[in-house]
T-cell receptor, first 112, second 113 residues
Framework: GQQLNQSPQSMFIQEGEDVSMNCTSS?????WLWYKQEPGEGPVLLIALYKAGELTSNGRLTAQFGITRKDSFLNISASIPSDVGIYFC????????????FGAGTQVVVTP | DARVTQTPRHKVTEMGQEVTMRCQPILGHNTVFWYRQTMMQGLELLAY????????DSGMPKDRFSAEMPDATLATLKIQPSEPRDSAVYFC???????????FGPGTRLTVT
């Protein structure tokens, strides 16, 4: 089950608005990943972060690896209807041999 | 367009039957992960492999679940016998190596009646 605290649980926003979500951990991580999942599909990797303080963009998406190494956030700017889905954070501890911990997800609903 | 493939996409079976799910990782990826997703538990890691060798299967009910990699292009997850509580979506993911990103397949939606 989840070991990361992801918030908010859901967001209902209007098209054009910005979206922000974050994830926190009780452990220090060396990797943060952000995924998007649409109904009936598997999670799709959006952004990967490997260094504390790293800020990475992918189109209208921007994610940052927190400097404490215990948190990360994802921003979506100027939301559009196709941004609808569930966004998951995932993180990895240094000695985890590749095992990811996942957040519970943030459901984003965009209304025209 | 490299992607993880999974078969079948949907499976409905009766309690007690054997279920086999298959996964083809992205060519060149040496780590393969099996996850189960439910509304209650979210994404749970069941087992994973590196270079076809199991690294950790502590997330799997050992009495009924088994995971193998017969070769580098095929990973299987078997449930025998299946139970209604096994109903979930099972995902396979692969990665270049243990410290890299994981790429998910489309999943197998299993319903056990």
């Amino acid at each position: 089950g989840q070991q990361l605290n992801q918030s908010p649980q859901s967001m209902f926003i209007q098209e054009g608005e910005d979206v922000s979500m974050n994830c926190t951990s009780s452990s220090i991580f060396n990797t943060w990943l952000w995924y998007k999942q649409e109904p009936g599909e598997g999670p799709v990797l959006l952004i990967a972060l490997y260094k504390a303080g790293e800020l990475t963009s992918n189109g209208r998406l921007t994610a940052q690896f927190g400097i404490t190494r215990k948190d990360s956030f994802l921003n979506i700017s100027a939301s559009i209807p196709s941004d609808v889905g569930i966004y998951f954070c995932a993180g990895r501890e240094t000695d985890s041999w590749g095992k990811l911990q996942f957040g519970a997800g943030t459901q984003v609903v965009v209304t025209p | 367009d490299a992607r993880v493939t999974q078969t079948p996409r949907h499976k409905v079976t009766e309690m007690g039957q054997e279920v086999t799910m298959r996964c083809q990782p992205i060519l060149g990826h040496n780590t393969v992960f099996w996850y189960r997703q439910t509304m209650m538990q979210g994404l749970e890691l069941l087992a994973y492999f590196r270079n076809r060798a199991p690294l950790d299967d502590s997330g799997m009910p050992k009495d009924r679940f088994s995971a193998e990699m017969p070769d580098a292009t095929l990973a299987t997850l078997k449930i025998q016998p299946s139970e209604p509580r096994d109903s979930a979506v099972y995902f396979c993911a692969s990665g270049l190596s243990v410290g890299y990103e994981q790429y998910f397949g489309p999943g197998t939606r299993l319903t056990v009646t």
